[in-house]
């Protein structure tokens, strides 16, 4: 794999998972109580014994850039590096990314330069654990210019995803962008040539782009140059090159889940908490995730009640009681408390034990301390990092609003999920 180049994506605005993306860009968001999205496709990469890693972005990117300076440092005896490319004016060109193939392609001087055979590009806001290197030698055993790796889907969720058709050879003859109705009838296929078997083929029978791709160095070079007009991979430089250029798929079986959105990005995280297995662990020890090391104290747990939860490393939490709920590092939770079906952040910071006097007077939004107070009852909600939430708070939405904006609140409603923002103030008794 030393002759592999990872590109990953980081995005546009992310304004689906917005307001948790106001302040970071979209692979900067928050996982599962210690992680952040972008340290999924580089812990892929490093398990797979890809080292040469480059994310790309344009947005807020200042706090994944800083995330991964701090976590990813590899020793002076080999190559490796993982940098942040963000978009930046040229003579050639003063426009931001305009797409996936057009980031790219605004730093394809920079890639030329490199000494590989093939470009892996990912996605840097997917949950999964996959071996590249099998993905990148099924692309050199079929001799193929461009591999995609896809994914079997049901009939309820196919329209939403980029869908293909593949030959006996698994190669690639068809695209359809979330086909619906008839068109979308016209994309089944027998998926049991990617070889499932007849039963899973029956119950999947489309085939999805995950949004990962190998290209032959030259392919990669070729299409970018020969079609600027064409900005994105998967709705235009692919579906073009297929009619051109021996595209393969490439089956990955797995859990895979497209965080592109609020309820994608609650959905995946409330996953975590199943018992008796999640469909995605971090326990795995021949293919960690890694992120940035902290050196925090561990959780310290006051006759606490917790079940079904993960919690991150450096808490304190005061006789509350949590339920199927992920609370981030540096949580500090005060007695009373009920947290349920709730993914907290934690914070960045402590606050100092003299400013800690929670429960002992009302406080007001401006002076609420950091962390959740007494009696507090939160369900269903992501509360962002070093967020403020006062005594005998109320976050359960009880109107049962689907979609609601009180920025100047400290929250936001999406798809029933309230999210409060990150370093926002809930003052004592507020009920939302």
């Given at each position: 794999m030393k002759r592999v180049l990872a590109i990953i994506l980081g995005g546009g605005a992310g304004t689906r998972l917005y307001p948790l993306t106001k302040m970071r860009a979209k692979p900067a968001v928050p996982l599962a109580g210690k992680y952040r999205l972008i340290d999924i496709p580089v812990s892929n990469c490093i398990n797979s014994e890809i080292y040469q890693i480059y994310v790309l972005t344009q947005f807020n990117s200042a706090s994944l850039?800083?995330?991964?300076?701090?976590?990813?440092?590899?020793?002076?005896?080999?190559?490796?590096?993982?940098?942040?490319l963000a978009a930046q004016q040229t003579p050639e060109n003063t426009n931001w990314f305009?797409?996936?193939?057009?980031?790219?392609?605004?730093?394809?001087?920079?890639?030329?330069?490199?000494?590989?055979?093939?470009?892996?590009?990912?996605?840097?806001?997917?949950?999964?654990?996959?071996?590249?290197?099998?993905?990148?030698?099924?692309?050199?055993?079929?001799?193929?210019?461009?591999?995609?790796?896809?994914?079997?889907?049901?009939?309820?969720?196919?329209?939403?995803?980029?869908?293909?058709?593949?030959?006996?050879?698994?190669?690639?003859?068809?695209?359809?962008?979330?086909?619906?109705?008839?068109a979308l009838t016209e994309m089944r296929v027998d998926t049991s040539a990617l070889g499932l078997t007849p039963e899973d083929a029956r119950q999947n029978p489309y085939i999805?782009?995950?949004?990962?791709?190998?290209?032959?160095?030259?392919?990669?070079?070729?299409?970018?140059?020969?079609?600027?007009?064409?900005?994105?991979?998967?709705?235009?430089?692919?579906?073009?090159?297929?009619?051109?250029?021996?595209v393969q798929a490439y089956l990955f079986n797995g859990y895979w889940e497209d965080i592109g959105t609020i309820e994608s990005f609650?959905?995946?995280?409330?996953?975590?908490?199943?018992?008796?297995?999640?469909?995605?662990?971090?326990?795995?020890?021949?293919?960690?995730?890694?992120?940035?090391?902290?050196?925090l104290p561990p959780t310290k747990l006051l006759d606490c009640n917790i079940k079904e939860s993960l919690i991150a490393e450096g808490c304190i939490l005061k006789e509350c009681s949590i339920n199927h709920s992920v609370v981030g590092v540096r949580t500090r939770i005060e007695s009373g408390c009920l947290i349920e079906d709730t993914m907290i952040m934690g914070a960045d910071y402590y606050q100092p034990l003299a400013e800690r006097q929670s429960g002992t007077m009302i406080y007001s939004a401006a002076d609420v301390p950091l962390g959740i107070g007494k009696d507090t009852i939160i369900r269903r909600a992501i509360i962002d990092k070093n967020a403020r939430i006062g005594c005998n708070v109320r976050i359960v939405n009880k109107d049962n609003v689907q979609e609601a904006e009180r920025e100047n609140l400290g929250f936001f409603i999406r798809s029933g999920i309230v999210v409060v923002l990150k370093g926002a103030s809930i003052p004592d008794e507020m009920v939302i």
């Open positions: 850039n800083r995330h991964l300076s701090r976590s990813y440092t590899f020793t002076g005896f080999n190559d490796g590096f993982v940098e942040v305009q797409g996936t193939a057009d980031a790219v392609r605004q730093y394809l001087s920079l890639f030329e330069e490199c000494n590989v055979d093939e470009f892996l590009i990912l996605s840097g806001d997917h949950l999964y654990r996959m071996d590249y290197s099998k993905f990148v030698q099924r692309h050199q055993e079929t001799n193929a210019d461009i591999t995609i790796s896809v994914v079997p889907m049901d009939e309820r969720r196919a329209s939403d995803f980029g869908l293909m058709k593949i030959d006996s050879a698994g190669r690639v003859i068809d695209f359809s962008e979330k086909p619906k109705g008839d999805a782009s995950m949004g990962i791709y190998v290209f032959k160095k030259e392919i990669l070079i070729k299409v970018l140059k020969e079609s600027l007009e064409r900005t994105d991979f998967g709705k235009e430089v692919i579906p073009d090159a297929a009619t051109k250029h021996n609650y959905d995946a995280n409330m996953a975590l908490t199943q018992q008796p297995l999640p469909p995605f662990s971090f326990y795995d020890e021949k293919a960690p995730i890694y992120t940035r090391p902290r050196y």
